[in-house]
T-cell receptor, first 111, second 114 residues
């Protein structure tokens, strides 16, 4: 089955800096890669996603890149703000309906 | 996006008892998914629930421990049976969006077994 690895597990940045979180996946049939933000005590919320026919997608301060050959995808957050502090999960959806999640990254944006 | 109502939001239960978690969606969906999120951990899929058929369980999860009902296209329940402290976790239901890709989650049920 699909295996998704995520790094780093924790990330601390200064407000205004950029943050990058990386994930790798194992199943070459995976075709959909979402990113979720989970604030403490709340449900995961989709923040951006990318499909396998696209190499990059951007939404304001957030962007995701996908390298199908290398089987890795990354989340980029620019001009970080304190409200960006949360746990971020990557995920991959293969040929079936199963969504496999990465292990999560605790992002802390310091003033 | 789908609106998902999940209840209870939290509960403290005695070991050996069972708890049933309910999940209600504001639109008809083919599949509903149940996840477990242990403290500080990622989301692990327990099972996929289809209306009119038995749920499909992931490796490490069995029907006797986590029976699931799916009586119609907008509702599902997950029961955590014969609970032990190791079952203390957050349980989340989830549905997919229109393109069967993006996942939407209920607010979760925080279960503590004492």
């Amino acid at each position: 089955g699909e295996n998704v690895e995520q790094h780093p597990s924790t990330l601390s940045v200064q407000e205004g800096d950029s943050a990058v979180i990386k994930c790798t996946y194992s199943d070459s049939a995976s075709n959909y890669f979402p990113w979720y933000k989970q604030e403490l005590g709340k449900r995961p919320q989709l923040i951006i996603d990318i499909r396998s026919n696209v190499g990059e997608k951007k939404d304001q301060r957030i962007a995701v890149t996908l390298n199908k050959t290398a089987k890795h995808f990354s989340l980029h957050i620019t001009e970080t703000q304190p409200e960006d502090s949360a746990v971020y999960f990557c995920a991959a959806k293969g040929g079936g309906n199963k969504l496999t999640f990465g292990t999560g990254t605790q992002l802390k944006v310091e003033l | 996006s789908a609106v998902i109502s999940q209840k209870p939001s939290r509960d403290i239960c005695q070991r050996g008892t069972s708890l049933t978690i309910q999940c209600q969606v504001d639109s008809q969906v083919t599949m509903m998914f149940w996840y477990r999120q242990q403290p500080g951990q990622s989301l692990t899929l327990i099972a996929t629930a289809n209306q009119g058929s038995e749920a499909t369980y992931e490796s490490g999860f069995v029907i006797d421990k986590f029976p699931i009902s799916r009586p119609n296209l907008t509702f599902s329940t997950l029961t955590v049976s014969n609970m032990s402290p190791e079952d203390s976790s957050i349980y989340l239901c989830s549905v997919r969006g229109r393109m069967n890709t993006e996942a939407f989650f209920g607010q979760g049920t925080r279960l503590t077994v004492v």
